[in-house]
């Protein structure tokens, strides 16, 4: 199965599809990845790099379109915010200056020796003059 998020908020194209994808709304070619644990959804996962500085290595990663985080252990979680020169806000959330997010680095995430880049776009939530990082501790 695939899913296709549409960021535009005009725009309702989201969609869910069982049997395969539609190669047109791929950003990328699909690249694939064992599944250790098919019931949690488990990878591999080699290493998260923030601007190639290594945060982590040698665990898993659950992978989980039910919620709009990335949760992790709170060291790990600390060290990236720690890079991101992020604020606690309060309830586990963090914030960065809405000013300065074009100038956040890409954040790494090595699954199974493949890397997949997100850009402060992919990772920041602006949200009524705030700016969240998706970023939080378990």
Not at 45 to 50: Q, W
Not at 65 to 94: C, R, V, W
């Amino acid at each position: 199965f695939a899913f296709y998020f549409d960021r535009r908020p005009e725009n309702t194209q989201s969609s869910v599809q069982f049997g395969g994808y539609d190669t047109g709304l791929a950003a990328e070619p699909l690249r694939w990845i064992y599944v250790t644990n098919s019931y949690l959804w488990s990878v591999p996962l080699d290493a998260i790099a923030v601007e190639g500085m290594r945060i982590t290595s040698g665990r898993r990663a659950i992978l989980d379109t039910g919620t709009s985080l990335i949760m992790g252990p709170a060291g790990m979680i600390d060290k990236i915010h720690k890079q991101l020169g992020a604020e606690f806000y309060g309830n586990a959330l963090y914030t960065v200056a809405c000013e300065h997010v074009d100038e956040l680095p890409p954040i790494s995430f090595i699954l199974n020796r493949q890397s997949f880049t997100l850009h402060p776009s992919d990772y920041i939530l602006p949200i009524a003059n705030r700016c969240f990082s998706v970023f939080s501790p378990l």
